[in-house]
C-alpha cells in the first residue's frame, strides 16, 4: 500500500502565499514524476505543475512566475510554493505522484491524493 497526502491549503487573501507540501509513504522503491493538479467548481481537473525524479518542471501557463514546484527525494516530499496568489487559484489541489512499488507487481503506479481546499478571496 502507499497513499500521498496533501496538507498546507487554507483561506488567503489575493496577492497573498501559501506552501502546500504531498508526502508519499509505504511501499516505496522510487518515484517518478510527481505533480500538482487542481480543480475549480464547475471545472475539470487540470494541471498545475509537474516535477521530474530529475529535477526538470513543467507549469500551467497560468502560474508560471507566480508557483514553484520543489521535491525533497529524500523526504519522498512534493512542494508548491504559491505566491501572488489570485481569486482564480481558488482551487481543491490534489498531489499525483508516479510510485515504484516494493510489493508485487513491482511497476509503477500513479496515486492521487485526496485534495487540499485553497481560497483565494478578500
Known amino acids: 500500500q502507499v497513499q500521498v497526502v496533501e496538507s498546507g491549503g487554507g483561506l488567503m487573501q489575493p496577492g497573498g502565499s501559501l506552501r502546500l507540501s504531498c508526502a508519499a509513504s509505504g511501499s516505496i522503491v522510487s518515484i517518478g514524476t510527481m505533480g500538482w493538479y487542481r480543480q475549480a467548481p464547475g471545472k475539470q481537473r487540470e494541471l498545475v505543475a509537474i516535477?521530474?525524479?530529475?529535477?526538470?518542471?513543467n507549469y500551467a501557463d497560468s502560474v508560471k512566475g507566480r508557483f514553484t514546484i520543489s521535491r525533497d527525494n529524500a523526504k519522498n516530499t512534493v512542494y508548491l510554493q504559491m505566491n501572488s496568489l489570485k481569486p482564480e487559484d481558488t482551487a481543491a489541489y490534489y498531489c499525483n505522484a508516479n510510485i515504484f512499488m516494493a510489493i508485487p507487481p513491482h511497476s509503477y503506479r500513479e496515486v492521487w491524493g485526496q485534495g487540499t481546499l485553497v481560497t483565494v478571496s478578500s
Open positions: 516535477i521530474m525524479a530529475g529535477g526538470s518542471t
